[in-house]
């Protein structure tokens, strides 16, 4: 059975930072590529950042030098550090799970989802 334990969401002024940790189980780790997608209230969902079992990393151009995502194979776990918050990085944070970059960036084509944190950027 895969499962996403999801934690690190919360409320934070704007400029500050937050950190989400996701540590999934029920599949091999090295065999997917592992990340986070957000939505805020009425919009789409939209991807963040993803990590691979090679250590790349990619982002959104929206979060590009602001967060960085990390990950540990050994504890099969992902951490998406986040900087420099703005109003507008408000939303429900996903974990997910992808079997390969195209699939989590262009076609969409995920193949498990975590339950959501959420985080809310806030004066």
């Known amino acids: 059975e895969v499962q996403f334990v999801e934690s690190g969401g919360g409320l934070v002024q704007p400029g500050g930072s937050l950190t989400l940790h996701c540590s999934p189980s029920?599949?091999?780790?090295?065999?997917?590529?592992v990340g986070w997608f957000r939505q805020a209230p009425g919009k789409e969902r939209e991807r963040v950042s993803s990590?691979?079992?090679?250590?790349?990393?990619h982002y959104a151009d929206r979060v590009r030098g602001r967060f960085t995502i990390s990950g540990d194979k050994a504890k099969n776990t992902v951490t998406l550090q986040m900087n420099s918050l703005k109003p507008e990085d408000t939303g429900v944070y996903y974990c997910?799970?992808?079997?390969?970059?195209?699939?989590?960036?262009?076609?969409?084509?995920?193949?498990?989802w975590g339950q959501g944190t959420q985080v809310t950027v806030s004066s």
């Open positions: 997910a799970a992808a079997r390969t970059l195209h699939a989590f960036w262009v076609a969409r084509e995920i193949d498990y």
């Open positions: 029920g599949f091999n780790f090295d065999d997917y590529i």
């Open positions: 990590f691979s079992g090679d250590g790349g990393r």
